[in-house]
């Protein structure tokens, strides 16, 4: 199967790739035309207009997949008016993926090309999801800031009396775009959890020298 792929490398590009389907990195909307599926690898904030991109150039029976854990299949409903097959496939931590499809033939799909690579399907809904999105981002940031803790700890010691960071435990996808943990923090509701998000964000920022998101979090603990 050939397939367009707009964005970022993630996990699911290596999967794909390994089952021996042709990856073809996609320039503009209008080369997706020749794909049996194309890919969104995207952070949050540039799904939409991609999609909006994509529309002229979609063909019935086209498989399209978005890679967003915050984002459902309904930001994919433009292009499955065309008759596109439409799939949220989220990596999630070590085997296991989120997925969100617009009906039964696309769910099928998807848990066929995940169960090829012996991975785990984890159907949920697009409001599960939304919940889903901020709990992955805390433990993104929280992974981190284990992970700079040990190293400063490794120092004061002087050894190596300190557990690696892959014992940091399995259910913890790569690393989240700063811009998406900025989307993940708006469906947080409850507010001890709405604080310990923005506090891990501004530590994360402030050792990773990353200005643009210990701002937001310092403007964020004084609202």
Known sequence: MRVGWFGRENRLRA??????????????????????AIVISAAEAQLEGLVDALEPHIRRGQIVIHTSIGLGVQVLDPLEVHGALAMAIAHVGADRWVVTTSDELAQGIAEVLLFESGQVTLPKTDAERVEIAPKIAYAQMVRQLARAAHRDLKEVLDEEAVPPSEADGEFLAPRIETSDIYSAFQSITDPGFRKAFVEAARRVGEIERNMELEMWGLQEELR
């Open 15 to 36: 999967l794909l790739d390994a089952q021996g389907h042709e990856i073809a990195d996609l320039h503009a909307p209008a080369d997706a035309v020749d794909c049996e």
